[in-house]
């Protein structure tokens, strides 16, 4: 007769503890497969801006949650997926980058308002303030940045703006940082001159709006 024991179901667990890393380790991977599924049906036009920007915006957020409540059990998305076999590009790159598609390429730009101008412009001072303020770490920068990139996003043709990419590309960086972690002084000082650049090109965009 064979040994039921060798039928036995396999526990990944023995405690409370290690049961809930678990669940989470599996909530974890539910967001990076939902998150990929709706990147794609958005490129396909399955699904319109209106209705993927606030989608994607909550699995972003549900994204970020699960990664403090898993702490250093996920040293990195990117280690988190290959561990687990998840060829899913699309959801990479929008986990890297975090934020909506439709804030990267400004694909929901329309009619632009002094107010729009006004909390840019303000958006701009106010994160080149914090560096000047020796603000280094990503829980202090990332914030910050994320709201400048949205805002240079109302603004049509703002996703062929050299330094609106740079910026994209430094939310980048600050995604694969941990919240603690800070720039060093030679990233502060790119940081710095690719913000400014930044900041000279938006003004530019709107002497020649003014002069249209």
Excluded at 50 to 57: G, L, V
Excluded at 138 to 150: A, E, F, G, I, S
Excluded at 159 to 182: C, D, F, H, P, Y
Aim: proline letters at 2%.
């Amino acid at each position: 007769m064979a040994d039921i024991s060798l039928y036995e179901e396999a526990r990944l667990y023995s405690t409370n503890a290690e049961r809930e890393k678990y669940e989470s380790f599996a909530t974890l991977y539910g967001i990076v497969v939902a998150l990929d599924y709706l990147e794609r049906a958005y490129v396909r036009d399955s699904v319109t801006a209106a209705e993927y920007s606030p989608a994607c915006t909550r699995l972003l957020s549900q994204y970020k949650t699960m990664l403090k409540l898993l702490g250093d059990d996920v040293s990195s998305i990117e280690g988190f997926m290959s561990r687990y076999r998840m060829d899913l590009p699309a959801a990479l790159h929008r986990l890297q980058v975090g934020v909506p598609a439709t804030v990267e390429h400004s694909s929901e730009a329309g009619p632009e308002t002094g107010k729009w101008i006004a909390e840019t412009t303000q958006a701009f001072i106010t994160f080149l303030d914090a560096i000047k303020l020796q603000f280094r770490a990503k829980d202090q920068l990332h914030p910050m940045l994320q709201d400048l990139v949205t805002g240079c996003a109302r603004f049509k043709g703002s996703a062929e703006w050299e330094g609106r990419s740079k910026m994209v590309g430094w939310l980048i960086t600050l995604n694969g940082m941990k919240a603690s972690e800070e720039l060093s002084a030679e990233q502060i000082r790119q940081l710095t001159f690719d913000v400014e650049n930044a900041y000279a090109e938006f003004f530019r965009y709107l002497g020649k709006k003014d002069d249209s």
